[in-house]
T-cell receptor, first 118, second 114 residues
Framework: AQKITQTQPGMFVQEKEAVTLDCTYDTSDPSYGLFWYKQPSSGEMIFLIYQGSYDQQNATEGRYSLNFQKARKSANLVISASQLGDSAMYFCAMREGWNSGGYQKVTFGTGTKLQVIP | ETGVTQTPRHLVMGMTNKKSLKCEQHLGHNAMYWYKQSAKKPLELMFVYNFKEQTENNSVPSRFSPECPNSSHLFLHLHTLQPEDSALYLC?????????????FGEGSWLTVV
């Protein structure tokens, strides 16, 4: 089963509008963390926002907020007031569990390509 | 400006060449990672170093050889690569590899094998 699922391969949004990028996850570990990264065409993976499984409130960072619905196992990214510079690939990721070496494995989704239209 | 820098940003190499990718982090972290990103595939973890010790080798072919001389530097030595190894190679770091820490990435090295 897919650990991280991003069902929207591509999205369009009008400049200054809000947009929601979907992410669902699958884990049996009670302790986990969810991340969103932005990857422009240049290649750099830029960290945007983090939500821990025990966090009571949804995470927010400037124009980014994470709509965390634990029972539904979803962690959608909301970008408010979209800007042209927001055009990029967006990846959802999850940190969970431990392997034999004690490293907490991080799994990435396949990404959503967001294009902001002027 | 990123706290993780990678060089070179672009590399073209023949299948018989030997080259290296370099990564340096300026964040005071103790864990460093190599990831491979191929077209239309999820990000693949290759290697993890925690306090200079390799804690993960994700079934990577031996033509990729990592080296971590200290917590700030990480290399990926490449030899006799195949065209399918062409990809974006991302270096990353975090405070440690065993705690609830965010992973920060570099700008990536675009590798083309001809």
């Amino acid at each position: 089963a897919q650990k991280i699922t991003q069902t929207q391969p591509g999205m369009f949004v009008q400049e200054k509008e809000a947009v929601t990028l979907d992410c669902t996850y699958d884990t049996s570990d009670p302790s986990y963390g969810l991340f969103w990264y932005k990857q422009p065409s240049s290649g750099e993976m830029i960290f945007l926002i983090y939500q821990g499984s025990y966090d009571q409130q949804n995470a927010t960072e400037g124009r980014y907020s994470l709509n965390f619905q634990k029972a539904r196992k979803s962690a959608n990214l909301v970008i408010s007031a979209s800007q042209l510079g927001d055009s990029a690939m967006y990846f959802c990721a999850m940190r969970e569990g431990w392997n034999s070496g004690g490293y907490q494995k991080v799994t990435f989704g396949t990404g959503t390509k967001l294009q902001v239209i002027p | 400006e990123t706290g993780v820098t990678q060089t070179p940003r672009h590399l073209v190499m023949g299948m018989t060449n030997k080259k290296s990718l370099k990564c340096e982090q300026h964040l005071g972290h103790n864990a460093m990672y190599w990831y491979k990103q191929s077209a239309k595939k999820p990000l693949e973890l290759m290697f993890v170093y925690n306090f200079k010790e390799q804690t993960e080798n994700n079934s990577v072919p031996s033509r990729f050889s990592p080296e971590c001389p200290n917590s700030s530097h990480l290399f990926l030595h490449l030899h006799t690569l195949q065209p399918e190894d062409s990809a974006l190679y991302l270096c990353a770091s975090s405070e440690t590899a065993t705690g609830p820490n965010t992973i920060y990435f570099g700008e990536g090295s675009w590798l083309t094998v001809v």
